[in-house]
């Protein structure tokens, strides 16, 4: 059986996260940001889901996604309802997740090139 290693064609890609942060690419973030599969945005205003506000989701929604991640830090925790009325409303689809599963999922959905973005609350 042969393998081959195939590349992504996207330019970010998340390898891990713990407690210290995420690791994008080879890169460890430790503050909150947004990532879609070829932008990164760092340095997102909310640091906890308490402080997340529908206005903060406009970035993320300025990407044009079919679907948002938030990763909501170490465990799951919901956001108010007008935060997930903000993508809702427009017909784009929110999946709150903690920031493991987040990671996961976004690899997987941006492999099968998917117009997704992720939102991850450090």
């Not at 300025?62 to 991640?69: C, H, M, S």
């Not at 999922?105 to 941006?110: D, K």
């Amino acid at each position: 059986m042969q393998l081959t290693l195939e590349n992504p064609d996207f330019r970010y890609s998340l390898r891990g996260v713990s407690a210290e942060g995420v690791l994008v690419n080879d890169r460890r973030l430790a503050r909150s940001f947004i990532l879609a599969p070829n932008t990164l945005i760092e340095d997102w205003r909310p640091r906890a889901i308490s402080e997340l506000s529908p206005e903060d989701i406009e970035p993320l929604l300025a990407l044009n996604p079919t679907v948002v991640l938030l990763g909501s830090g170490a465990s799951l925790v919901f956001p108010t309802p007008a935060v997930m009325a903000a993508c809702l409303t427009r017909g784009i689809g929110i999946e709150v997740m903690d920031n493991a599963a987040a990671a996961r999922t976004f690899n997987v959905l941006a492999t099968e090139a998917r117009k997704v973005v992720a939102g991850f609350l450090l």
